[in-house]
């Protein structure tokens, strides 16, 4: 709320403060100095008391009501306190300007050059001051994809460190054989940091069989007596051409013998292949290295929990642009007593 006032030198000037509407005409001068000096008296209670932002508010109620070099003095000093050197500037120029006959004018002239000095020095920092972030990113391995925000940085390993602004980011991996890596980086304006980016070898799973002894025994010994039927077979057929009927028949007989064990044999190996064929445990292994993200020779692992990048701090956050402590003299303490009240 922007209202304007009577000071009491004839300059003009606007305060800002946020007072209540009050009707002030419909008051008596008596009325309007005493609801001032209410004001007064609380914002300096205020003011002792360290609450240094509700002093520049009652003190500026007060200032709307009856304006006061005094009471520019004391908000000027509330301002300082508060660390706020431009405002303190202003409202003590504004009492250098009500107040010409100043006994402190000098000391007060030297405060605000002071003031103006640091806030010059502020200013400076604050622009001299880094708006970034260093970061190098090692990886425990080449040829690892790395990624800051989903953004490509290349493959390990980085010539280059990376600037980034301050804030927390996800770094992420990935390299054929090795586990994917997440993590989240947290810098600050003017870090140097060396992160690690340690990945994992990735786990593939073989399934290891016994060997197929019987099966290998059982089929040669099948094949053996198919032969052998095939054998006796042909003689039947060449013994019942020469009319030996019965070395014809007994050729036969031994053929047909044959091929039965060789079917019985037969059918004992296909149950030993099957039964031989069954797994007896896994054996763990590294994946292939040279097959495409995201594939290996076996059984895919867990999924890994998120790493935390080993983070190296170089340096630290630079300093703050604040201001520095008072260097002045010391001035006297808020002014406890008003000035006569200037009235409209």
């Known amino acids: 709320m922007v209202l304007g006032f009577a000071p009491a030198a004839p300059a ?11 009707d002030v005409d419909a008051e008596s001068p008596e009325e309007r100095a005493n609801r001032a000096r209410n004001y007064f ?39 300082e306190a508060l660390g706020q050197a431009a405002p303190a500037v202003r409202f003590y120029r504004k009492y250098l300007r009500d107040r010409v006959d100043a006994p402190d004018r000098m000391q007060v002239q030297a405060v605000v050059e002071e003031l103006e000095r640091q806030a010059d020095q502020g200013r400076r920092r604050r622009r001299a001051a880094p708006s970034t972030a260093t970061v190098e990113l090692h990886a425990n391995g080449p040829g690892a994809q790395i990624q800051i925000a989903g953004q490509s940085l290349g493959t390990s390993p980085l010539v280059l460190p990376v600037r980034l602004p301050p804030g927390t980011h996800r770094v992420s991996a990935q390299r054929p054989g090795y586990l994917p890596f997440e993590a989240d980086l947290t810098i600050g304006a003017g870090d140097h940091v060396q992160a690690q980016i340690h990945m994992g070898r990735a786990t593939a799973y073989r399934a290891v069989q016994r060997k197929k002894v019987w099966t290998w025994i059982l089929g040669g010994t099948s094949a053996l007596a198919l032969g052998l039927a095939g054998i006796g ?39 030993a292949y099957y039964a031989e064929g069954r797994a007896v445990h896994t054996e763990k292994g590294w994946a292939d290295t040279t097959l495409p993200l995201g594939q290996s020779t076996g059984k895919p692992p867990r999924s890994p929990t998120s790493r935390t990048a080993d983070r190296t701090a170089a340096g630290t956050h630079s300093p703050r642009a604040t201001l520095p ?20």
Request: proline residues 6%; hydrophobic residues 40%; aromatic residues 10%.
């Open 325 to 344: 402590p008072n260097g002045h003299t010391p001035l006297p303490t808020p002014r406890t007593v008003l000035t006569p009240f200037a009235f409209r």
């Open 41 to 79: 008296e609380q914002g300096m209670g205020q003011y002792q008391s360290g609450e240094y932002r509700s002093a520049i508010q009652t003190f500026k109620r007060a200032a709307h009501i009856v304006p006061s070099s005094d009471l520019w003095f004391n908000i000027a000093r509330s301002y």
């Open 12 to 22: 003009q000037a606007v305060l800002e403060i946020d007072a209540p509407v009050i």
């Open 233 to 271: 077979g042909i003689e039947a057929l060449s013994q019942h051409g020469q009319g030996n009927l019965d070395a014809s028949r007994e050729a036969a007989v031994a053929s047909d013998f044959f091929l039965g064990t060789s079917m019985l044999f037969g059918l004992g190996a296909t149950i």
